[in-house]
């Protein structure tokens, strides 16, 4: 597999937890774009069947699945060599969410762990953000598990005025401006926000990990079963899986050897829940 980053790119993401890569898909984002709003289409519009209010967030989980468009984002050899350069060239597939944002995303990682394996999400931005309409910021350096600063900022972060005094957008960040052909690639641990902007704004993502050895395997599971809330039965879509080749079937083939525990969590999701998760 052809490298896609430089040796100064893969420090700055061991560093500071995040790259940016303007442009990367500016040839292909009129495609991607037809095929994000197909699938919104073709299921209502906004979350679970109903038509997207712009008060709050709809979610579909996993989205690039749902789309040979999308699912063939896996295959493009700059997102492969993005994934293969961060994570190996074995890593896994772990899902993407597709959203219509509504509103403020306050600081969060997406699951602060404390484990050595490394989780990546890639995001795709539809529409021209900047800091005050809804683009990224990132807290560079938040990312180290166990590093002092990272886990102040994990203890706080859920009570930023009490403890420091200032509003969510106040945080000292990087805000990552964008425009469709752009994306942003972010350890899962990093702290992450959005601030502004219109009730429709448009991203998906893809998730991914390293992959995991026999010994650690059911770490890999428990992060399966968090799919559960969104009432997925597999781990993956039927388009996902039908239309892969030997080559995508390598990112695909440990989750499909261990999601088989995935549909009772769901079931059970459903008695639980009015609706699937919203993120």
Not at 111 to 130: C, N, P
Not at 221 to 245: K, L, N, P, V
Request: negative net charge.
């Amino acid at each position: 597999m052809a490298r896609l980053l430089t040796p100064a790119q893969e420090h700055f993401f061991e560093t500071f937890g995040y790259l940016a890569l303007p442009g990367l898909l500016a040839d292909v984002i009129d495609e991607i774009i037809d095929a994000f709003e197909q699938v919104w289409a073709e299921r209502g519009g906004g979350h679970h069947g109903a038509a997207h209010d712009e008060t709050r967030r709809s979610c579909i989980v996993p989205f690039v699945d749902q789309h040979p468009r999308l699912c063939a984002l896996l295959d493009d050899e700059r997102i492969n060599g993005l994934l293969c350069d961060l994570l190996g060239d074995d890593y896994n597939y772990a899902s993407s969410d597709g959203n219509y944002y509504a509103g403020d995303t306050q600081w969060h990682s997406d699951g602060f762990k404390q484990t050595s394996h490394r989780y990546v999400k890639i995001a795709f931005y539809l529409d021209e953000l900047d800091a005050d309409t809804g683009c990224l910021r990132v807290i560079p350096g938040s990312h180290v598990a166990q590093d002092t600063y990272a886990e102040t900022l994990q203890e706080h972060v859920r009570d930023i005025d009490g403890r420091w005094g200032i509003e969510g957008r106040q945080v000292p960040a990087q805000a990552l401006v964008t425009k469709p052909g752009d994306i942003a690639v972010f350890n899962h641990n990093l702290k992450h926000a959005a601030f502004g902007g219109s009730g429709r704004r448009r991203m998906f993502t893809i998730n991914c990990t390293q992959r995991f050895a026999a010994e650690d395997l059911q770490i890999w599971r428990d992060y399966i079963s968090g799919i559960a809330r969104f009432w997925s039965d597999r781990m993956y879509g039927e388009t996902m899986m039908a239309t892969a080749d030997e080559q995508r079937l390598v990112h695909l083939e440990q989750g499909m050897q261990n999601d088989g525990h995935l549909a009772a969590l769901s079931a059970k999701a459903r008695e639980e829940m009015s609706e699937p998760s919203r993120g």
